[in-house]
């Protein structure tokens, strides 16, 4: 059970207690409504990922924008997000184990329900798994388009893949699942327009050999917060599959524009708020929030509000600040929030998002605390 959430609604900013992830309502909606606006001017789908929030009451409100579903990267995820009331959700993941297939086959009763393969044995298993459970599971065909993860080779092996999924009784092949994952954090555009482009060739040449075979794609699905408006321009792609543009990290600001500005396509929504707890000696201040407020993979947290700050040497319950670049100094006792270097893993390290409207101003209060429902879904 999560503990006691460390806010309750119309708590004004400065009492909540921390750590606490934080989320800007303000910015968090102004980013639901871009990305709506985008796929709606491109003519695809969004079916947003819910590994970056794992919280239905979030989906919901990306659907309540004309999100058709969502993503998940496991089934109890999926599990999680059919129970807070998500009527479609896509498993864009390889599933093995007969426990996992019939779980998910089991959400098949509850909602619509598609997963990802990128084997034959695989394929045998899910239809064992449907039919089983007396369900039709409809499921994409994913393609290695340069990830180097999971996938077939793009062409004559895919379309292989598809006529065996149109075989197996309890599956319905639905498309194709191109998802470049390694072009996200390419930091140029010109980088990532380069990745993205031999992916778009890659799933264009599949769609076409899948159509002399047959097998139309009612789905071709990907895309990520770093590429979307690519993949969403390439006439190829129809569901795009972004999960962090609702709280945008430190990590995808680094990309970087035609311009070479920094890419601020979508706004920071989600912060971690700490309390200063030590200041040793004037140039260094001490944080309650460590390797278990963050994660580090992305590199370091972002300071906000203390300029020339930088957060240093996390361990496990306490954080650095290096303050000598720093005109002014905080005082014992002060909170700050800080940009998590990579919101996804961040948020599964944490039981509750405390909504804050009017972020950054004196009226800035408690709105609402949503549990992080798939907290610790991963299997």
């Given at each position: 059970m999560p503990h006691l959430p460390p806010a309750i609604p119309g708590m004004p900013l400065a009492e909540v207690?921390?750590?606490?992830?934080?989320?800007?309502l303000d910015a968090f909606e102004r980013n639901l409504k871009k990305m709506a606006g985008f796929v709606a001017k491109a003519g695809v789908r969004l079916r947003p990922h819910a590994k970056t929030h794992k919280s239905p009451i979030i989906g919901l409100k990306q659907m309540q924008l004309g999100a058709v579903g969502l993503c998940c990267q496991k089934v109890s995820e999926a599990e999680a997000m059919?129970?807070?009331?998500?009527?479609?959700?896509?498993?864009?993941n390889e599933v093995m184990?007969?426990?996992?297939?019939?779980?998910?086959?089991?959400?098949?009763?509850?909602?619509r329900v598609m997963v990802a393969v990128d084997n034959e044995a695989a394929v045998e298993a899910l239809g064992t798994a449907a039919r089983k459970a007396g369900v039709t599971l409809r499921v994409l065909?994913?393609?290695?388009?340069?990830?180097?993860r999971c996938g077939v080779p793009p062409g004559a092996?895919?379309?292989a893949l598809a006529e065996r999924v149109g075989r197996?009784?309890?599956?319905?092949?639905?498309?194709?699942?191109?998802?470049q994952g390694r072009a996200q954090h390419l930091r140029s555009l010109a980088e990532r327009k380069e990745a993205i482009g031999q992916a778009i060739a890659w799933t264009a040449d599949t769609v076409t050999a899948l159509k002399k075979a047959g097998l139309e794609c009612e789905v071709v699905g990907g895309a990520g917060t770093g590429t979307f408006e690519i993949e969403g321009a390439s006439g190829v792609y129809n569901e795009l599959q972004a999960g962090s543009y609702v709280f945008m990290d430190a990590d995808y600001a680094r990309n970087l524009k035609a311009d070479g500005s920094r890419f601020d396509t979508f706004e920071h929504a989600l912060f971690v708020y700490a309390t200063i707890m030590s200041m040793p000696v004037a140039e260094r201040a001490v944080i309650?929030?460590?390797?278990?407020?963050?994660?580090?993979?992305?590199?370091m947290p972002e300071v906000t509000g203390l300029a020339g700050a930088l957060y240093e040497r996390p361990s496990d319950e306490h954080g650095g600040l290096n303050l000598a670049a720093c005109n002014e100094r905080p005082r014992l006792g002060d909170k700050i929030l800080l940009i998590p270097p990579h919101c996804d893993p961040t948020v599964n390290l944490h039981d509750w998002y405390i909504g804050v409207?009017?972020?950054?101003?004196?009226?800035?209060?408690?709105?609402?605390?949503?549990?992080v429902a798939a907290r610790g879904a991963v299997f």
């Open positions: 207690d921390t750590p606490a992830l934080v989320v800007d059919v129970e807070g009331g998500i009527p479609d959700v896509y498993v864009s184990g007969a426990r996992k297939l019939d779980r998910l086959a089991a959400l098949g009763h509850q909602a065909v994913e393609i290695d388009v340069g990830a180097n092996p895919a379309v197996e009784k309890g599956l319905v092949f639905a498309g194709l699942q191109s998802y309650d929030a460590g390797l278990k407020a963050f994660t580090f993979e992305s590199g409207r009017n972020m950054g101003t004196l009226s800035a209060r408690v709105e609402s605390v949503w549990p």
